[in-house]
């Protein structure tokens, strides 16, 4: 059972997109339950302008988000994690430094929308699909009880919100 809110890092490539958003959507999400945070294993300069204009359309605060390296959650003042969800499946587990607090690794892939080749609707419209699956996986995490987040279905339940996406978008 957790005696502190649950502790999530969000991991992608670039941390400006994906492990951004998802960020931003559990702290607002699990209203305190929850404390999230993000990286990327090669950190963008920036935030995409992409997810910046969805995360105003939600009035979040984005003056605390910047593109942060996985390595300082490898550091010894970093936080301790209960999660780690590897939203790339460019990030192999060697790649991973070690995490404090043993945190379960959990894999929801996503198709980056940084990848999207074309105009601004059909880059825009990769986004708000983005934004969709996240908000829907992340809005069943945050009412998950501390108790079942700490039992051994958890890890298993959460994976299989994944394997969702990839099955529709397949």
């Not at 559990?26 to 969805?54: C, D, K, Q």
């Not at 999660?83 to 070690?98: A, I, K, M």
């Not at 829907?136 to 279905?153: D, H, K, N, V, W």
């Amino acid at each position: 059972m957790f005696h502190r809110p649950i502790h999530v890092l969000f991991l992608a490539e670039r941390n400006s997109s994906r492990s951004i958003l998802a960020e931003a959507l559990l702290n607002r999400l699990g209203a305190g339950r929850f404390e999230a945070y993000s990286a990327g294993v090669t950190p963008a300069v920036a935030i995409s302008p992409y997810a910046i204009a969805l995360l105003h359309r939600i009035n979040y605060n984005i003056q605390t988000l910047v593109p942060k390296g996985i390595e300082a959650f490898g550091a010894a003042d970093a936080p301790e994690l209960d999660f780690v969800f590897r939203l790339s499946h460019h990030l192999p587990q060697g790649r991973l430094p070690q995490f404090k607090g043993n945190p379960r690794l959990i894999d929801w892939f996503l198709p980056d929308p940084e990848d999207v080749m074309g105009s601004p609707a059909m880059i825009a419209t990769a986004y708000a699909d983005l934004f969709g699956a996240l908000c829907s996986r992340i809005e069943t995490l945050s009412q998950m009880s501390p108790a079942f987040l700490a039992g051994e279905a958890a890890p298993d339940r959460l994976e299989r919100m994944g394997e969702a996406y990839i099955r529709l978008a397949a």
